[in-house]
């Protein structure tokens, strides 16, 4: 599997299943939609395909995914996850109508988990560590919101640690430099297939272009292969692409995520 198309086979083949969405607490079926549940109140929608649906169908199911999570009141966001190589006559509109938002666009990366599983020098005092303890796992998770400038979430540490003492695979991996988390990402194996996704890189601005990033990359790549994880498949910002992309990987679609928020 070396060429965009037979990668993007791959991933549409492997990844567009209940293996995308380990941690999730429930998933319903609405058509070919997955409506997952995931802790602290967040809803998620994905899907292998839309079936050849026409406009109409399609804002049907926009609707009917939105009142399921409508009746239940701890929901407080949900993301519409699209692809752009599917083919969703009026999804666009429909997603608008219902008061969903579009994020920016990411890049679905591809690749072997070998070419990034490489030697990446790292600043002097710099160093790499899988994280399991609470504190550092939320130390990892108020650096990660601050770099997103968001505000530091309980809720996301609190997620992370139910989903550590569940043992579902998923590994935490963090930079350090004099005892503060300067960057860090997640690595998600995912059961039954070629993959690990890599999720949630983020480095403080200070210390980017260093190497860091890829280094901390580097890391989960080769904690993949030792899970017997030969591909590797990142949603990718216009910042991570870069590094990937020196890496042999390759863009084989994009995503991009649609938010809808309760009111307050």
């Known amino acids: 599997m070396t060429t965009p198309t037979e990668l993007l086979a791959a991933y549409d083949r492997q990844l567009r299943t209940d293996a995308e969405t380990p941690g999730a607490v429930a998933v319903e079926r609405l058509g070919p939609l997955r409506l997952v ?3 602290g109140g967040r809803g998620f929608i994905t899907y292998a395909g839309l079936d050849g649906a026409d406009a109409a169908t399609i804002a049907g199911w926009v609707a009917g995914a939105l009142t399921h999570y ?4 701890q929901i407080r966001k949900v993301e519409w996850k699209t692809r752009g190589h599917d083919r969703a006559p009026g999804l666009h509109e429909a997603l608008l109508h219902h008061g969903f938002e579009p994020e920016e666009p990411e890049s679905i990366m591809l690749g072997r988990a070998a070419d990034l599983a490489v030697d990446v020098p790292l600043p002097e005092g710099v160093a790499l ?10 130390a990892m998770s108020a650096m990660a919101d601050g770099v997103f400038g968001d505000p530091v979430s309980i809720a996301t540490a609190d997620s992370l640690l139910r989903r550590l003492s569940r043992g579902d695979g998923m590994e935490l991996w963090v930079a350090e430099s004099g005892g ?8 998600e194996p995912v059961p039954g297939t070629d993959f690990a996704g890599i999720w949630g890189g983020a480095t403080l601005a200070p210390w980017r272009g260093r190497g860091i990033y890829r280094a ?19 949603d990718s910002t216009e910042y991570s692409r870069p590094i990937l992309e020196r890496s042999g990987f390759l863009k084989v679609s994009s995503t ?3 938010l809808w928020s309760a009111a307050a």
């Not at 503060?180 to 690595?187: D, E, F, K, N, V």
């Open 129 to 138: 560590r899988r994280v399991t303890e609470e504190e550092d796992v939320r």
């Open 216 to 234: 901390l990359t580097a890391a989960r790549a080769r904690s993949a292969l030792a899970a017997g994880k030969t591909l590797i498949h990142s």
């Open 70 to 73: 409508r009746s239940d009141p």
């Open 37 to 39: 549940t995931f802790d």
């Open 256 to 258: 991009t995520p649609y």
């Open 180 to 187: 503060t988390i300067i960057s860090a990402g997640r690595l």
